[in-house]
């Protein structure tokens, strides 16, 4: 990740360090009292310009953490786009600064609402960086309670965080699914299906189960995820799978057999297992569908 060229920060032209002829007629030793102007403070606009100059420069020279303390105290005077997208951008390939993607994505988004289009975009890419750090040892629930900190602080405007824990779960996770790591797209689908009730996150999770693309293959899981998913929003997509499933466990097995299939799915519901959450509600369903009749 590159860091942007800001703008160069102008100082501004005065006279202070010119001599003021035309006042003193020879007369050296009369002082104006009044007009210390070298005593002025500096403006917070010129001091503004100052910093994002040694900023620019700082960059230039790859003195990074200079950079780091100019554009940092750029942004105490004004949330500046160049500063934090030049800041974002340091805090994100870890130049002059520990590496923070969470830092870096919540400056990235305030360059995105000055107007900056590329920091939105990557905000989403530390996103998605801030979430794989460590996968492999994470744990869904984990994913979820991390992608909730990260909105809460890089979204603070957002009026539903919730969603926007979903959304960022979905979108990473389909994100790995299309690139065919399937390991990393189940587990991070998994996180959205369990935590944030998302009806497609539980249909592609079906998916996977069904194909053992990324998990073992586990039929009775896939059918568990596609009944989530018709009850979430998803029966567009889910639907017909999972009738299709259900008849062809009822072409497929004896009565007995079909009953044993769905009382071991409610007893799953009831404990819960690494592929089925607990779930009550679905474990009473579960154990409806094993008590009635095999033709529906």
């Known amino acids: 990740m590159e860091a942007a060229d800001t703008q160069e920060g102008r100082m501004g032209g005065d006279d202070r360090s010119k001599e003021r002829h035309g006042s003193h007629h020879g007369r050296h030793h009369h002082h104006d009292h009044g007009s210390h102007h070298h005593d002025e403070p500096m403006s917070q606009e010129d ?3 100052s910093l994002l100059l040694l900023g620019q420069v700082a960059l230039n ?3 990074y953490e200079s950079a780091v303390e100019a554009y940092a105290s750029a942004l105490q005077i004004e949330t500046n786009e160049n500063a934090c ?4 951008s340091l805090y994100a390939r870890g130049l002059g600064v520990r590496r923070d993607f969470m830092e870096a994505a919540r400056l990235f988004h305030q360059a995105e609402l000055l107007g900056n289009v590329q920091a939105g ?23 979820y309670a991390e992608l909730a900190v990260f909105v ?3 979204y603070p405007e957002a009026t539903d965080h919730r969603l926007e824990v979903d959304r960022g779960l979905f ?5 790995h699914y299309n690139k065919g790591a ?3 797209a189940a587990k991070v689908f998994r996180a959205a299906a369990e935590f944030a009730n998302d009806g497609y996150a539980q249909y592609y999770l079906a998916a996977l189960y069904g194909a053992g693309n990324g998990v073992q293959e586990n039929k009775l899981a896939a059918l568990y995820w596609l009944d989530c998913a018709v009850d979430n929003g998803a029966a567009d997509m889910a639907l017909e799978d999972r009738d299709g499933m259900l008849t062809a466990y009822r072409q497929a097995l004896s009565p007995a057999e079909f009953r044993e299939a769905m009382e071991a799915l409610a007893d799953w519901c009831e404990t819960g297992t690494p592929d089925v959450p607990a779930n009550p509600t679905k474990a009473a ?12």
């Open 47 to 49: 001091a503004l310009r």
């Open 61 to 63: 020279a790859r003195d």
């Open 85 to 88: 997208y030049n800041l974002g």
């Open 121 to 143: 975009k990557l905000c989403g890419k530390c996103m998605f960086d801030y979430i794989n750090e460590g996968l492999d040892a994470k744990k869904p629930a984990d994913l």
């Open 152 to 154: 809460a602080k890089v």
């Open 171 to 175: 979108a990473i996770a389909s994100t």
């Open 182 to 184: 399937y390991v990393e």
């Open 285 to 296: 369903f579960w154990r409806e569908m094993a008590e009635g009749p095999a033709e529906r």
